[in-house]
């Protein structure tokens, strides 16, 4: 079926450097979705991106979706130890067709 | 307080018996999920509706049984035949494409 790889499965900072995490599709996606499950917790829908080249930004959080609609990117500048957890892409193929990728989990030291 | 709930939390279970996860939203929305997670392994989809009493197999429904007979309420029962149920289970619903997720129930099975 349709999948999206996710890299790097862990990434270990220390506070105040940047992290990024790449999401990855073989077929073009229709849109793709970021979301955040903190230790413990379930996830939290971040963002969606529709456009083709699509740049968002939450505050730190740097989203892209790459011009041929089959990648995208997470970036986080000045990392906090708030921004621990595992981040997820989830890429859309159809309406109902959300497959999630298996995430990276970060971990950022005072 | 609108929102999407799980019960219970945890849940222990001995090998051969079926069990039922409750998945209930005030949210109105129309679509509802059902997905496993495992360590390492993201999300995977069980089952989904999009509207009362009707619903669709995910990537791993082999072992899993579900309903929709109300808008609210999307059980999922986890049969016998299930080979590694253990794991954690997580309910979400969507009206516009982003999903919002439940807390979850850890499923353990001896």
């Known amino acids: 079926g349709q999948q999206v790889m996710q890299i790097p499965q862990y990434q270990h900072v220390q506070e105040g450097e940047d992290f990024t995490t790449y999401c990855n599709s073989s077929?073009?996606?229709?849109?793709i979705q970021w979301y955040k499950q903190r230790p413990g917790g379930h996830p939290v829908f971040l963002i969606q991106l529709v456009k083709s080249g699509e740049v968002k930004k939450q505050k730190r959080l740097t989203f892209q979706f790459g011009e041929a609609k089959k990648n995208s990117s997470l970036h986080i500048t000045a990392t906090q130890t708030t921004d621990v957890g595992t981040y997820f892409c989830?890429?859309?193929?159809?309406?109902?067709?959300?497959?999630f990728g298996k995430g990276t989990s970060l971990l950022v030291t005072p | 307080d609108g929102g999407i709930t799980q019960s219970p939390k945890y849940l222990f279970r001995k090998e051969g018996q079926n069990v039922t996860l409750s998945c209930e939203q005030n949210l109105n929305h129309d679509a509802m999920y059902w997905y496993r997670q495992d360590p390492g392994q993201g999300l995977r989809l069980i089952y989904y509706s999009q509207i009362v009493n009707d619903f669709q197999k995910g990537d791993i429904a082999e072992g899993y049984s579900v309903s929709r007979e109300k808008k609210e309420s999307f059980p999922l029962t986890v049969t016998s035949a299930q080979k590694n149920p253990t794991a954690f289970y997580l309910c979400?619903?969507?009206?516009?494409?982003?999903?919002?997720f439940g807390p979850g129930t850890r499923l353990t099975v001896t």
């Open positions: 077929t073009t996606l229709s849109n």
């Open positions: 979400a619903s969507s009206k516009t494409g982003e999903q919002y």
């Open positions: 989830a890429g859309i193929w159809g309406r109902w067709a959300l497959n």
